[in-house]
């Protein structure tokens, strides 16, 4: 079984971080046990827009899923071939645990990244992680970065 924690990183946020992606994974690997307790975490990340997150999941993952449920507050979501996924949420990130094939986890990152483009995961104790939907580098952004480093 697969373990990933996702968050949607503020926007303000969202260039100073492209090419520091390690930094923001080393952080928030240290998140995963404490339940957003980090300030770190508050301070960088938005709160997990739970109508955006259904939304997704029911529009564009209830097409393929033959189930979704959503029972105590967590979507569960079965395909007979490619296994199951199985999400929660918490006020900054979602806990999202895939059991079959990888791609699940690749039918629920599209449906995410086509909901919003800053979610960052991290795949839990495997030291994987980006964001779901890839940065897009403009001239001007290149030269941005190269000012911060």
């Known amino acids: 079984m697969r373990s990933y924690s996702i968050y949607k990183i503020k926007e303000m946020y969202e260039q100073f971080i492209i090419g520091r992606e ?3 994974y080393d952080l928030l690997k240290e998140n995963v046990n404490h339940s957003d307790d980090l300030q770190e975490v508050r301070y960088l990340c938005d709160i997990v827009d ?25 979507h569960k979501l079965t395909h007979p071939v490619k296994g199951t996924i199985l999400i929660t949420f918490s006020p900054y990130s ?9 791609m699940l986890d690749l039918d629920l990152f599209v449906a995410l990244s086509e909901a919003d483009r800053r979610f960052f995961a ?21 030269e941005r970065a190269v000012v911060f480093r």
């Open 50 to 74: 739970r109508e955006l997150v259904d939304h997704a999941i029911v529009a564009r993952l209830g097409k393929i899923f033959k189930t979704v449920e959503l029972e105590n507050g967590q």
């Open 122 to 142: 991290i795949m839990n104790g495997q030291g994987e992680w980006g964001w779901l939907k890839p940065v897009k580098h403009t001239q001007g952004n290149l």
């Open 22 to 24: 390690q930094l923001l």
């Open 94 to 102: 979602l806990t999202v645990k895939c059991d079959g094939s990888r």
